[in-house]
Nanobody
Framework: QVQLMESGGGSVQPGGSLRLSCTAS????????LGWFRQAPGKEREPIAS????????FQTSLAKGRFTISQDNDKKTVYLQVDSLKPEDTGTYYC???????????????????WGQGTQVTVSS
């Protein structure tokens, strides 16, 4: 059973930073790809970045380049998303997702992520 739990969201002023966490069950963390997505109010969910948890290979969308950093902590079975220089347009719900049993090449195929956490809300405003 895939289990994902996000945390770390909150309200922050423009220019601030947040580190979002996604803690996975043992099997989910070790078996494939974990990724971060976000959904802004009134918009479709969009991918940000993913990581192949077996060896830490990272995959980024154009959205992620520059301000978003994905990383993992094997001991804690957790994947992080560091978001810097936050802007009001970064407001939304941030989701962690998994592709269990996936190969590395599949981690960049964001449409294949099928198991989702409940999301964590990020609000950027002054």
């Amino acid at each position: 059973q895939v289990q994902l739990m996000e945390s770390g969201g909150g309200s922050v002023q423009p220019g601030g930073s947040l580190r979002l966490s996604c803690t996975a069950s043992e099997n989910t963390f070790t078996s494939g790809c974990l990724g971060w997505f976000r959904q802004a109010p009134g918009k479709e969910r969009e991918p940000i970045a993913s990581i192949y948890t077996v060896d830490g290979s990272k995959f980024q969308t154009s959205l992620a380049k520059g301000r978003f950093t994905i990383s993992q902590d094997n001991d804690k079975k957790t994947v992080y998303l560091q978001v810097d220089s936050l802007k009001p347009e970064d407001t939304g719900t941030y989701y962690c997702a998994a592709q269990s049993g996936a190969q590395k090449w599949s981690c960049s195929l964001f449409e294949r992520f099928a198991d989702w956490g409940q999301g964590t809300q990020v609000t950027v405003s002054s």
